[in-house]
T-cell receptor, first 113, second 112 residues
Framework: KQEVTQIPAALSVPEGENLVLNCSFT??????LQWFRQDPGKGLTSLLL?????REQTSGRLNASLDKSSGRSTLYIAASQPGDSATYLC????????????FGKGITLSVRP | NAGVTQTPKFRVLKTGQSMTLLCAQD?????MYWYRQDPGMGLRLIHY???????AKGEVPDGYNVSRLKKQNFLLGLESAAPSQTSVYFC???????????FGDGTRLSIL
């Protein structure tokens, strides 16, 4: 059974800090990996999608990397802001799974002013 | 832009009652999904569809049924609600295989 792990479950940082959120997965036969953001009481917003053939993707202050061989992905947030406070989830799509995703439980980030 | 719309947003049911959750997307997406999100369990896939008229089971399908009679709509039914089905239900869609999934804002369902 594929497992996706995100540790720690919660993180609090001061504004302006560069930070890294980690995601690990047990099966390296992945199709893609997505990072999502979830605000309280809301649905998920897709931030970045990395194909299995890619090493990283960038969008604004966000950069996501993928290392299939080690079963890891990181989401780098540059110059964090209070508006970045949310829960960040990673999800892995596996080959032959018809785009079904296996989600981690998320990291709740709080950026202090 | 509407994107993915879920109806209703909140609902309280009694054990044994039935109800249908509606998901509508206006992006002409082929793939649609129903998830449930529970504290400590994360998001788990209930059922999904890869096109109009198709449905398939996900990780936790028991107690739920789905239908995809129209491409833009994906319905999730609870035939006899149980307290264990208290959860937040999310619908998502994607244009095709290996594309980002777009989520609705969720339906918060409580079963007493």
């Amino acid at each position: 059974k594929q497992e996706v792990t995100q540790i720690p479950a919660a993180l609090s940082v001061p504004e302006g800090e560069n930070l890294v959120l980690n995601c690990s997965f047990t099966d390296s036969a992945i199709y893609n990996l997505q990072w999502f953001r979830q605000d309280p009481g809301k649905g998920l917003t897709s931030l970045l999608l990395i194909q299995s053939s890619q090493r990283e993707q960038t969008s604004g202050r966000l950069n996501a990397s993928l290392d299939k061989s080690s079963g890891r992905s990181t989401l780098y947030i540059a110059a964090s802001q209070p508006g970045d406070s949310a829960t960040y989830l990673c999800a892995v799509g596996y080959t032959g799974a018809n785009s079904k995703l296996t989600f981690g439980k998320g990291i709740t980030l709080s950026v202090r002013p | 832009n509407a994107g993915v719309t879920q109806t209703p947003k909140f609902r309280v049911l009694k054990t044994g009652q039935s109800m249908t959750l509606l998901c509508a997307q206006d992006m002409n997406h082929e793939y649609m999904y129903w998830y449930r999100q529970d504290p400590g369990m994360g998001l788990r896939l209930i059922h999904y569809s890869v096109g109009e008229g198709t449905t398939a089971k996900g990780e936790v399908p028991d107690g739920y049924n789905v239908s995809r009679l129209k491409k833009q709509n994906f319905l999730l039914g609870l035939e006899s609600a149980a307290p264990s089905q208290t959860s937040v239900y999310f619908c998502a869609s994607s244009s095709y295989d290996n594309q980002p999934q777009h989520f609705g804002d969720g339906t918060r369902l409580s079963i007493l």
